[in-house]
């Protein structure tokens, strides 16, 4: 299963919303899960299945989609929250991952 | 808390091998499928390999399959990866990770160099 992930690059101020968007090549309900990578901190766990915010992760992320079609949405984005984020399907083997998005500060 | 390490990284010709472990702590290790993941520089990040909580079971991607062999020792709570016919497009950071039906905690990474 391939996924495309978009835009790679995404520019914005602190206060914007922000979309990442992963579209899958085939249907994998909802076993999509999205990832920040700071560099130096590792790799955070943010939303499972989709849509679920992991805990202790801020409400101002959030996860919506199913099937082929998914979005992860920070809301009143803040600078802490620049990062290199993707995607992951785990619906079937091999697992995949989209390309990234990497969220700069304007 | 949750903790993985992994270790083994370095430069290695091409043909060559290399063995990387993550080592598990602040979880019943046992319990818990494990995988390898890869980050080539500048670029996405690739799956590479999986092993069951038990080690009956193990995948490979197709372009390590029959290269590259996962394993666990669950009585020392580490996992390994050994890399066999090393290439230049192996060259990347290798990440480990636990499995609770998908990845929830990742190590740090360790850095394979495949270059003569």
């Known amino acids: 299963t391939t996924l495309t992930q978009s835009p790679a690059i995404i520019s914005a101020t602190p206060g914007d919303t922000v979309n990442i968007s992963c579209r899958a090549s085939?249907?994998?309900?909802?076993?999509l899960n999205w990832y920040q990578q700071k560099p130096g901190e590792g790799i955070n766990f943010i939303i499972q299945?989709?849509?679920s915010l992991v805990p202790g992760v801020p409400p101002r992320f959030r996860g919506s989609g199913y099937g082929t079609d998914f979005t992860l949405t920070i809301d009143n984005m803040e600078s802490e929250d620049a990062a290199y984020y993707f995607c992951?399907?785990?619906?079937?083997?091999?697992?995949?991952f989209g390309q990234g998005t990497k969220l700069e500060i304007k | 808390q949750v903790q993985l390490v992994e270790s083994g990284g370095g430069v290695v010709q091409p043909g060559g091998s290399l063995r990387l472990s993550c080592a598990g702590s602040?979880?019943?290790?046992?319990?818990?499928?494990m995988h390898w993941v890869r980050q080539a520089p500048g670029k996405g990040l690739e799956w590479v390999a999986a092993?069951?909580?038990?080690?009956?079971?193990?995948k490979y991607a197709d372009s390590v399959k029959g290269r590259f062999t996962i394993s666990r020792d669950n009585v020392e709570s580490t996992m390994s990866l050994h890399m066999n016919s090393l290439r230049a497009d192996d060259t990347a950071v290798y990440y480990c990770?636990?499995?609770?039906?998908?990845?929830?905690?990742w190590g740090q990474g360790t850095l394979v160099t495949v270059s003569s």
């Open positions: 990770a636990r499995d609770i039906g998908t990845f929830d905690y």
């Open positions: 602040g979880f019943t290790f046992s319990s818990y499928g």
């Open positions: 092993i069951w909580y038990d080690g009956a079971f193990t």
């Open positions: 085939q249907d994998i309900d909802d076993d």
């Open positions: 299945e989709a849509s």
């Open positions: 992951l399907q785990h619906d079937r083997f091999p697992y995949s």
